[in-house]
């Protein structure tokens, strides 16, 4: 059984750093594709950043691009994403979510469209909240 655990987030005034840690456990292999989506209120989910882990491919939201860094490490199979100069903006509920071959083929070819429904599984959700 798949299970993803995430941690950080918090409250940061804006201009500041956060980290989200997202631990996965149950995966066989480093085949899939994992990360972060975020949905703010009265907003639908959105993919924010993911990784493939075995090749390093990497997505980003129009929106972070410059600002956050995802990186994995394979070993304890655990994906990071480093928030730098967040903005009001930020501000939302940060879901890990991770999934098989057709999540890293949204990841590989950019497609955020589909990357919603190519997740299999979710984690718990961590609040991030930038004040003005």
């Known amino acids: 059984e798949v299970q993803l655990q995430a941690s950080g987030g918090g409250l940061v005034q804006a201009g500041g750093s956060l980290r989200l840690s997202c631990a996965a456990s149950?995966?066989?292999?480093?085949?899939?594709?994992i990360g972060w989506f975020r949905q703010a209120p009265g907003k639908e989910r959105e993919p924010v950043s993911l990784?493939?882990?075995?090749?390093?491919?990497?997505y980003y939201h129009d929106s972070v691009k410059g600002r956050f860094t995802i990186s994995s490490d394979n070993a304890k199979k655990t994906v990071y994403l480093q928030m730098n100069s967040l903005k009001p903006e930020d501000t939302a509920v940060y879901y890990c979510?991770?999934?098989?071959?057709?999540?890293?083929?949204?990841?590989?070819?950019?497609?955020?469209?589909?990357?919603?429904?190519?997740?299999?599984?979710w984690g718990q959700g961590t609040l991030v909240t930038v004040s003005s």
């Open positions: 979510a991770a999934g098989g071959y057709r999540l890293i083929h949204a990841i590989v070819t950019k497609s955020p469209r589909s990357m919603h429904v190519d997740v299999d599984y």
């Open positions: 149950g995966f066989a292999s480093d085949d899939y594709g």
């Open positions: 990784i493939s882990p075995s090749d390093g491919s990497k």
